[in-house]
Protein backbone atom coordinates (compact mmCIF):
# COMPACT_ATOMS: atom_id res chain seq x y z
CA UNK A 1 0.00 0.00 0.00
CA UNK A 2 3.11 2.06 0.03
CA UNK A 3 3.00 1.96 -3.38
CA UNK A 4 -0.89 2.65 -4.19
CA UNK A 5 -1.62 5.03 -1.45
CA UNK A 6 -1.89 8.49 -3.25
CA UNK A 7 -0.76 6.26 -6.36
CA UNK A 8 2.72 6.69 -6.19
CA UNK A 9 3.96 5.38 -9.99
CA UNK A 10 1.74 8.16 -10.91
CA UNK A 11 3.55 11.06 -9.17
CA UNK A 12 7.26 10.10 -10.28
CA UNK A 13 5.54 10.17 -13.73
CA UNK A 14 4.21 13.46 -13.58
CA UNK A 15 7.49 14.28 -12.27
CA UNK A 16 9.65 12.92 -15.10
CA UNK A 17 7.20 14.78 -17.37
CA UNK A 18 8.24 18.00 -15.88
CA UNK A 19 11.63 17.05 -16.57
CA UNK A 20 11.64 16.32 -19.68
CA UNK A 21 11.55 12.81 -19.23
CA UNK A 22 8.94 9.67 -19.74
CA UNK A 23 7.93 7.15 -17.49
CA UNK A 24 6.04 3.93 -18.30
CA UNK A 25 4.93 1.05 -15.17
CA UNK A 26 2.90 -1.65 -14.86
CA UNK A 27 1.97 -2.16 -11.08
CA UNK A 28 1.34 -5.33 -8.92
CA UNK A 29 0.77 -3.59 -4.94
CA UNK A 30 -1.66 -5.56 -3.52
CA UNK A 31 -2.05 -4.27 0.39
CA UNK A 32 0.33 -5.84 3.08
CA UNK A 33 1.78 -8.25 0.05
CA UNK A 34 4.48 -10.10 1.02
CA UNK A 35 7.70 -10.83 -1.67
CA UNK A 36 6.11 -14.61 -0.32
CA UNK A 37 2.99 -14.14 -1.71
CA UNK A 38 4.52 -12.46 -4.85
CA UNK A 39 6.64 -14.56 -5.81
CA UNK A 40 3.58 -17.34 -6.68
CA UNK A 41 1.46 -14.53 -7.46
CA UNK A 42 0.45 -15.03 -11.45
CA UNK A 43 0.08 -11.15 -11.95
CA UNK A 44 3.42 -10.58 -10.53
CA UNK A 45 4.69 -12.80 -12.45
CA UNK A 46 3.43 -12.20 -15.54
CA UNK A 47 4.69 -8.75 -15.32
CA UNK A 48 8.54 -10.21 -14.97
CA UNK A 49 8.10 -12.87 -17.72
CA UNK A 50 7.34 -9.59 -20.03
CA UNK A 51 10.78 -8.78 -19.74
CA UNK A 52 12.65 -5.50 -20.58
CA UNK A 53 11.63 -3.21 -18.23
CA UNK A 54 14.21 -0.61 -17.51
CA UNK A 55 13.77 -0.90 -13.85
CA UNK A 56 11.77 -4.05 -11.89
CA UNK A 57 11.24 -1.87 -7.95
CA UNK A 58 10.32 -4.17 -5.26
CA UNK A 59 9.16 -3.52 -1.92
CA UNK A 60 8.71 -6.38 0.91
CA UNK A 61 5.67 -5.90 3.37
CA UNK A 62 6.02 -2.54 5.40
CA UNK A 63 7.05 -4.48 8.54
CA UNK A 64 8.54 -8.08 7.71
CA UNK A 65 12.53 -6.53 7.00
CA UNK A 66 12.89 -5.16 10.55
CA UNK A 67 11.79 -8.50 12.01
CA UNK A 68 14.59 -10.25 14.10
CA UNK A 69 17.29 -12.09 12.24
CA UNK A 70 16.22 -15.90 11.98
CA UNK A 71 12.86 -14.52 11.29
CA UNK A 72 14.02 -12.39 7.86
CA UNK A 73 16.40 -14.84 6.56
CA UNK A 74 13.75 -17.31 6.33
CA UNK A 75 10.67 -15.35 5.55
CA UNK A 76 12.26 -12.88 3.53
CA UNK A 77 15.63 -12.97 2.23
CA UNK A 78 14.76 -16.12 0.19
CA UNK A 79 11.69 -14.60 -1.59
CA UNK A 80 13.92 -11.39 -2.50
CA UNK A 81 16.24 -13.57 -4.22
CA UNK A 82 13.72 -15.53 -5.72
CA UNK A 83 11.54 -12.37 -7.25
CA UNK A 84 15.41 -10.97 -8.15
CA UNK A 85 16.25 -14.59 -10.12
CA UNK A 86 12.81 -14.45 -12.02
CA UNK A 87 13.59 -10.94 -13.07
CA UNK A 88 16.85 -11.85 -14.04
CA UNK A 89 15.77 -14.81 -16.18
CA UNK A 90 13.49 -12.98 -18.20
CA UNK A 91 15.78 -9.91 -18.45
CA UNK A 92 19.24 -10.85 -17.94
CA UNK A 93 21.75 -10.55 -15.52
CA UNK A 94 22.15 -6.75 -16.23
CA UNK A 95 18.34 -6.24 -15.72
CA UNK A 96 17.95 -3.69 -13.06
CA UNK A 97 16.12 -4.52 -9.71
CA UNK A 98 15.71 -2.16 -7.59
CA UNK A 99 14.81 -2.41 -3.51
CA UNK A 100 12.10 0.43 -2.45
CA UNK A 101 13.65 1.44 0.57
CA UNK A 102 10.66 2.06 3.28
CA UNK A 103 10.53 3.93 6.45
CA UNK A 104 9.94 2.96 9.78
CA UNK A 105 6.50 3.89 11.66
CA UNK A 106 6.56 7.14 13.26
CA UNK A 107 6.41 5.91 17.02
CA UNK A 108 7.51 2.37 16.24
CA UNK A 109 6.01 -0.59 15.52
CA UNK A 110 3.49 -1.07 18.43
CA UNK A 111 2.37 -4.58 17.29
CA UNK A 112 5.54 -6.50 17.24
CA UNK A 113 7.36 -4.21 20.19
CA UNK A 114 6.73 -6.73 22.67
CA UNK A 115 8.02 -9.50 21.23
CA UNK A 116 11.07 -7.75 19.32
CA UNK A 117 12.02 -4.67 21.48
CA UNK A 118 14.19 -2.97 18.41
CA UNK A 119 10.99 -2.11 16.32
CA UNK A 120 9.30 -0.17 19.52
CA UNK A 121 10.94 3.21 18.37
CA UNK A 122 10.76 4.72 15.15
CA UNK A 123 14.97 5.13 14.72
CA UNK A 124 15.22 1.25 15.83
CA UNK A 125 12.96 0.21 13.36
CA UNK A 126 14.03 2.53 10.44
CA UNK A 127 17.93 1.25 11.01
CA UNK A 128 16.28 -2.32 10.39
CA UNK A 129 14.56 -1.41 7.32
CA UNK A 130 17.56 0.44 6.40
CA UNK A 131 20.16 -2.17 6.95
CA UNK A 132 18.28 -5.30 5.73
CA UNK A 133 17.09 -3.53 2.49
CA UNK A 134 20.80 -2.86 1.52
CA UNK A 135 21.44 -6.38 2.62
CA UNK A 136 19.26 -7.86 0.42
CA UNK A 137 20.78 -5.05 -2.83
CA UNK A 138 24.04 -6.42 -1.77
CA UNK A 139 23.44 -9.85 -1.84
CA UNK A 140 21.47 -9.60 -5.27
CA UNK A 141 23.93 -7.05 -7.09
CA UNK A 142 20.76 -4.98 -7.25
CA UNK A 143 19.85 -0.88 -7.13
CA UNK A 144 18.25 0.67 -3.76
CA UNK A 145 15.62 3.88 -3.90
CA UNK A 146 16.35 5.40 -0.33
CA UNK A 147 13.43 6.72 0.27
CA UNK A 148 13.71 5.98 4.20
CA UNK A 149 16.74 8.08 3.83
CA UNK A 150 15.05 11.42 2.52
CA UNK A 151 12.48 10.57 5.35
CA UNK A 152 14.77 10.49 8.06
CA UNK A 153 16.47 14.00 6.43
CA UNK A 154 13.02 15.48 6.53
CA UNK A 155 12.21 14.34 9.85
CA UNK A 156 15.97 15.52 11.24
CA UNK A 157 15.90 18.80 9.48
CA UNK A 158 12.03 19.85 8.51
CA UNK A 159 9.62 18.32 11.18
CA UNK A 160 7.00 20.31 10.17
CA UNK A 161 6.39 18.55 7.37
CA UNK A 162 4.08 15.63 8.01
CA UNK A 163 4.94 12.52 6.31
CA UNK A 164 2.78 10.34 7.87
CA UNK A 165 -1.03 9.49 7.75
CA UNK A 166 -3.07 9.95 11.53
CA UNK A 167 -2.31 5.43 10.94
CA UNK A 168 1.51 6.39 11.98
CA UNK A 169 2.34 4.37 9.08
CA UNK A 170 1.36 5.70 5.66
CA UNK A 171 2.44 8.67 3.17
CA UNK A 172 0.73 11.66 3.32
CA UNK A 173 1.01 13.59 -0.14
CA UNK A 174 4.43 15.31 1.65
CA UNK A 175 5.38 11.45 2.43
CA UNK A 176 4.78 10.09 -1.24
CA UNK A 177 6.46 13.17 -2.73
CA UNK A 178 9.60 12.33 -0.80
CA UNK A 179 9.73 8.63 -2.27
CA UNK A 180 8.18 9.68 -5.74
CA UNK A 181 11.43 12.19 -5.88
CA UNK A 182 14.38 9.40 -4.85
CA UNK A 183 12.97 6.91 -7.56
CA UNK A 184 12.84 9.86 -10.11
CA UNK A 185 16.71 10.39 -8.73
CA UNK A 186 17.39 6.70 -9.25
CA UNK A 187 15.85 6.06 -12.23
CA UNK A 188 16.82 9.00 -14.39
CA UNK A 189 20.26 10.11 -12.86
CA UNK A 190 19.17 13.38 -12.65
CA UNK A 191 18.98 16.54 -9.74
CA UNK A 192 15.40 16.81 -8.03
CA UNK A 193 15.86 20.31 -7.06
CA UNK A 194 15.67 21.13 -11.06
CA UNK A 195 11.96 19.64 -11.17
CA UNK A 196 9.25 22.41 -11.33
CA UNK A 197 6.08 19.87 -10.68
CA UNK A 198 5.40 20.23 -6.57
CA UNK A 199 2.35 18.53 -6.60
CA UNK A 200 0.12 19.17 -4.27
CA UNK A 201 2.43 20.70 -1.87
CA UNK A 202 3.62 24.34 -1.49
CA UNK A 203 6.82 26.11 -3.04
CA UNK A 204 8.52 25.45 -0.01
CA UNK A 205 7.22 22.18 1.47
CA UNK A 206 8.24 21.17 -1.90
CA UNK A 207 11.83 22.51 -2.47
CA UNK A 208 13.18 21.30 1.26
CA UNK A 209 11.75 18.13 -0.17
CA UNK A 210 13.59 18.34 -3.08
CA UNK A 211 17.08 19.26 -1.38
CA UNK A 212 16.75 16.45 0.75
CA UNK A 213 16.42 14.06 -1.93
CA UNK A 214 19.39 15.59 -3.62
CA UNK A 215 21.12 15.06 -0.27
CA UNK A 216 20.10 11.70 0.37
CA UNK A 217 19.95 10.50 -2.72
CA UNK A 218 22.04 12.64 -5.95
CA UNK A 219 24.81 13.34 -4.06
CA UNK A 220 25.53 9.71 -3.04
CA UNK A 221 23.57 7.97 -6.15
CA UNK A 222 26.90 5.76 -6.43
CA UNK A 223 26.33 4.67 -2.72
CA UNK A 224 22.74 3.13 -3.79
CA UNK A 225 24.03 1.55 -7.10
CA UNK A 226 27.02 0.55 -5.03
CA UNK A 227 26.01 -3.30 -5.14
CA UNK A 228 24.72 -3.42 -9.19
CA UNK A 229 26.60 -4.66 -12.08
CA UNK A 230 26.61 -1.64 -13.78
CA UNK A 231 29.67 0.99 -14.14
CA UNK A 232 29.08 4.45 -12.29
CA UNK A 233 31.25 7.43 -11.50
CA UNK A 234 30.28 10.06 -9.36
CA UNK A 235 32.86 13.12 -10.77
CA UNK A 236 35.95 13.32 -12.45
CA UNK A 237 38.82 14.28 -9.68
CA UNK A 238 41.31 16.95 -11.80
CA UNK A 239 44.84 17.69 -9.90
CA UNK A 240 47.81 20.40 -10.95
CA UNK A 241 50.45 17.40 -11.70
CA UNK A 242 52.79 18.56 -14.51
CA UNK A 243 50.25 17.67 -16.95
CA UNK A 244 46.56 18.05 -16.05
CA UNK A 245 45.73 14.49 -13.98
CA UNK A 246 42.45 13.46 -14.58
CA UNK A 247 41.11 10.72 -11.55
CA UNK A 248 37.84 9.28 -11.41
CA UNK A 249 35.97 7.99 -8.31
CA UNK A 250 34.34 5.23 -10.04
CA UNK A 251 31.65 2.92 -7.55
CA UNK A 252 32.66 -0.51 -8.07
CA UNK A 253 35.29 0.16 -10.54
CA UNK A 254 34.98 -4.28 -10.60
CA UNK A 255 32.60 -3.03 -13.12
CA UNK A 256 34.39 -1.34 -15.29
CA UNK A 257 35.73 -2.50 -18.50
CA UNK A 258 37.50 -0.04 -20.12
CA UNK A 259 37.59 4.04 -19.93
CA UNK A 260 37.81 6.74 -22.35
CA UNK A 261 38.82 10.11 -21.94
CA UNK A 262 37.77 13.27 -23.96
CA UNK A 263 39.45 16.54 -23.55
CA UNK A 264 37.81 18.55 -25.25
CA UNK A 265 40.19 19.95 -26.75
CA UNK A 266 40.29 18.03 -30.39
CA UNK A 267 43.36 15.84 -28.90
CA UNK A 268 43.22 12.06 -29.06
CA UNK A 269 41.04 10.30 -26.41
CA UNK A 270 42.70 8.24 -23.59
CA UNK A 271 41.96 5.37 -22.37
CA UNK A 272 43.60 4.93 -19.44
CA UNK A 273 41.83 4.82 -15.73
CA UNK A 274 44.17 8.31 -14.91
CA UNK A 275 44.81 10.18 -17.69
CA UNK A 276 47.46 13.18 -18.06
CA UNK A 277 47.05 15.93 -20.81
CA UNK A 278 48.53 18.91 -21.38
CA UNK A 279 46.78 21.87 -23.26
CA UNK A 280 48.14 24.03 -25.82
CA UNK A 281 45.62 26.98 -25.26
CA UNK A 282 44.32 28.59 -21.73
CA UNK A 283 40.25 28.54 -22.12
CA UNK A 284 37.37 26.76 -20.77
CA UNK A 285 37.45 22.84 -22.03
CA UNK A 286 34.59 19.96 -21.24
CA UNK A 287 36.19 17.28 -20.20
CA UNK A 288 33.70 13.99 -20.36
CA UNK A 289 34.88 10.67 -19.02
CA UNK A 290 33.12 7.19 -20.36
CA UNK A 291 33.03 4.30 -18.32
CA UNK A 292 32.45 1.12 -19.93
CA UNK A 293 30.94 -2.17 -18.35
CA UNK A 294 29.76 -5.68 -18.81
CA UNK A 295 26.09 -4.34 -18.20
CA UNK A 296 26.32 -0.80 -20.27
CA UNK A 297 28.36 2.60 -19.95
CA UNK A 298 27.88 6.17 -18.89
CA UNK A 299 28.98 9.17 -19.41
CA UNK A 300 29.68 11.95 -17.04
CA UNK A 301 31.22 15.72 -17.99
CA UNK A 302 33.23 18.31 -16.38
CA UNK A 303 33.85 21.83 -17.29
CA UNK A 304 37.81 23.07 -16.15
CA UNK A 305 39.08 26.38 -16.88
CA UNK A 306 42.77 26.27 -18.34
CA UNK A 307 45.29 28.76 -18.13
CA UNK A 308 48.24 28.22 -19.73
CA UNK A 309 49.77 32.09 -20.44
CA UNK A 310 51.22 32.45 -17.44
CA UNK A 311 55.15 30.62 -18.52
CA UNK A 312 56.99 31.55 -21.37
CA UNK A 313 60.25 30.16 -22.53
CA UNK A 314 63.19 32.41 -21.55
CA UNK A 315 66.74 31.97 -22.16
CA UNK A 316 69.42 34.48 -20.91
CA UNK A 317 71.72 32.38 -19.79
CA UNK A 318 73.72 31.73 -23.08
CA UNK A 319 75.87 28.23 -23.37
CA UNK A 320 73.38 26.26 -21.12
CA UNK A 321 72.09 22.87 -22.47
CA UNK A 322 69.16 20.92 -20.45
CA UNK A 323 69.20 16.83 -21.68
CA UNK A 324 67.31 14.65 -21.84
CA UNK A 325 64.15 15.82 -22.46
CA UNK A 326 61.74 14.25 -21.95
CA UNK A 327 63.31 12.74 -19.11
CA UNK A 328 62.97 9.79 -17.02
CA UNK A 329 64.45 10.05 -13.15
CA UNK A 330 66.71 12.94 -13.60
CA UNK A 331 67.95 16.23 -16.25
CA UNK A 332 71.47 17.40 -16.96
CA UNK A 333 72.25 20.87 -16.48
CA UNK A 334 75.51 21.69 -18.15
CA UNK A 335 77.18 24.70 -19.31
CA UNK A 336 76.84 26.78 -16.33
CA UNK A 337 79.07 29.28 -15.02
CA UNK A 338 78.23 30.62 -12.09
CA UNK A 339 75.85 29.40 -9.51
CA UNK A 340 72.02 29.12 -10.19
CA UNK A 341 69.16 28.79 -7.93
CA UNK A 342 66.22 26.51 -9.84
CA UNK A 343 62.64 25.78 -9.40
CA UNK A 344 60.40 23.19 -11.25
CA UNK A 345 56.96 24.70 -11.61
CA UNK A 346 53.96 23.13 -13.05
CA UNK A 347 51.58 24.74 -15.99
CA UNK A 348 49.61 27.12 -13.61
CA UNK A 349 53.20 28.50 -11.97
CA UNK A 350 53.17 26.59 -8.86
CA UNK A 351 56.87 25.83 -7.77
CA UNK A 352 56.87 21.49 -7.53
CA UNK A 353 60.68 21.35 -6.61
CA UNK A 354 63.62 23.95 -5.73
CA UNK A 355 67.12 23.95 -5.60
CA UNK A 356 70.40 24.93 -6.86
CA UNK A 357 72.79 24.00 -9.08
CA UNK A 358 76.81 24.56 -9.54
CA UNK A 359 78.99 25.72 -12.36
CA UNK A 360 79.90 22.82 -14.57
CA UNK A 361 77.78 19.61 -15.31
CA UNK A 362 74.51 19.22 -12.64
CA UNK A 363 72.18 16.50 -12.70
CA UNK A 364 68.56 17.33 -10.91
CA UNK A 365 66.44 14.55 -9.98
CA UNK A 366 62.43 13.94 -11.05
CA UNK A 367 61.50 10.81 -8.96
CA UNK A 368 59.37 12.96 -7.18
CA UNK A 369 57.33 14.45 -10.00
CA UNK A 370 54.45 13.02 -11.59
CA UNK A 371 54.30 12.58 -15.20
CA UNK A 372 53.83 15.65 -17.33
CA UNK A 373 54.65 19.19 -18.66
CA UNK A 374 56.98 21.89 -16.70
CA UNK A 375 59.26 24.74 -16.79
CA UNK A 376 62.95 24.74 -15.38
CA UNK A 377 63.38 28.10 -13.84
CA UNK A 378 67.42 29.06 -13.57
CA UNK A 379 68.74 32.76 -12.19
CA UNK A 380 72.09 33.01 -11.79
CA UNK A 381 74.28 35.45 -9.80
CA UNK A 382 74.19 37.54 -12.26
CA UNK A 383 70.13 38.15 -12.23
CA UNK A 384 70.57 36.04 -15.20
CA UNK A 385 67.34 34.13 -16.32
CA UNK A 386 66.66 31.06 -18.40
CA UNK A 387 62.98 29.32 -18.57
CA UNK A 388 62.38 26.12 -20.56
CA UNK A 389 60.01 23.37 -20.68
CA UNK A 390 61.01 19.88 -19.75
CA UNK A 391 58.62 16.90 -19.69
CA UNK A 392 58.57 13.90 -17.30
CA UNK A 393 57.82 10.82 -19.03
Known sequence: SYVTVNNLPDVISKIAAAGGDSLYYQVNAPGAYTFQQHSTDPTTLGLIAQGNWDFVVLQEQSQRPAFEDAQVAAEVYPYARKLDSLVKASSGECARVMFYMTWGRKNG?????????????YEGMDSLLQLRYTNMADSNNAFISPVAKVWRNLRDNAP?????????????????YAAAMSFYTMFFDKKPTAIPYNYTLSSATANTIKAAAYTEVYNL???????SLWPHVDSIITTNEGGLTFRNDAISPQNVISYEWNFGDGSPLSYQAVATHTYADSGSYTVCLTVHG???????????????????EQNLIPGIAVYPNPADDYIRVDGLKEKAAYAICDISGARIQTGSVTPGSNSIGLRNLAAGLYFLHLNNDKGQTLITKIVRQ
Open 160 to 176: GIELYQVDESHPTAAGT
Open 109 to 121: DASNCAVWPPVCT
Open 294 to 312: FCGSMTICQQISVNVTGIN
Open 221 to 227: RGQWKQY
